[in-house]
């Protein structure tokens, strides 16, 4: 059963904290989205990429977020530094095709609290 | 910007009766929908989506949705809820908002079943 993985499930670092998240794609999808989930935002789409290249990352603070994609299997999000206000829960979900038309398969998320 | 509304921040019904939960959405030109499902601690499922054909599209676990233009809506259903259905309800669509096509979700209705 393919599941898209990622980790750390749950982190819980201080303000200033440098935070990374990796999520490893179902083998064969080659779109890969990071969403964050809050309590006031709902799902927010913070980047997408199609065949390891990123479409669009407009939804990041790109002064202090930076998402890549290494290769085929890895795709991180990193947080430098971290702030209280970026505590929510990150979710990694990949696909194939274009990404408003097919189904996308979701990680069980990290949970990320900045004190 | 495409956008999709949920009405409702939660939905009640008691195990057996038959369950609903709203989706309006606004789009410019053919709206793609889609249903996905989020348990505690989860990442989101996928339950269904529309993209053309019939109005009324099955999908996982008995859940079906009707699609309705004249009414921009797309109300998912369900005609005997169960216990375990209770969880966080998203309607998304097919967003171009920067360029790549990708899914705008809804703020979410959380389902809770009843015994």
């Known amino acids: 059963d393919a599941r898209v993985t990622q980790t750390p499930r749950d982190k819980v670092t201080e303000m200033g904290q440098e935070v990374t998240m990796r999520c490893q794609p179902i083998l064969g999808h080659n779109t890969v989205f990071w969403y964050r989930q809050t309590m006031m935002q709902g799902l927010e789409l913070l980047a997408y990429?199609?065949?390891?290249?990123?479409?669009?990352d407009s939804g990041m603070p790109k002064d202090r977020f930076s998402a890549e994609m290494p290769d085929a299997t890895l795709a991180t999000l990193k947080i430098q530094p971290s702030e209280p206000r970026d505590s929510a829960v990150y979710f990694c979900?990949?696909?194939?095709?274009?990404?408003?038309?097919?189904?996308?398969?979701f990680g069980p998320g990290t949970r990320l609290t900045v004190l | 910007a495409q956008s999709v509304a949920q009405p409702e921040d939660q939905v009640n019904v008691a195990e057996g009766n038959p369950l609903t939960v709203k989706c309006t959405y606004s789009?410019?030109?053919?709206?793609?929908l889609f249903w996905y499902v989020q348990y505690p601690n989860r990442g989101l499922q996928f339950l269904l989506k529309y993209i053309t054909g019939d109005n009324l599209v099955k999908g996982s676990y008995g859940f079906e949705a009707e699609f309705n233009k004249s009414q921009t809506s797309f109300h998912l259903k369900k005609p005997s809820a169960l216990v375990s259905d209770s969880a966080l309800y998203f309607c998304?669509?097919?967003?171009f908002g920067s360029g790549y096509s990708t899914l705008t979700f809804g703020k979410g209705t959380m389902l809770l079943v009843s015994p």
């Open positions: 990429f199609r065949n390891r290249a990123p479409l669009d």
């Open positions: 998304a669509v097919r967003d």
């Open positions: 789009v410019s030109g053919n709206p793609y």
């Open positions: 979900a990949s696909g194939t095709g274009t990404g408003g038309y097919n189904e996308q398969f």
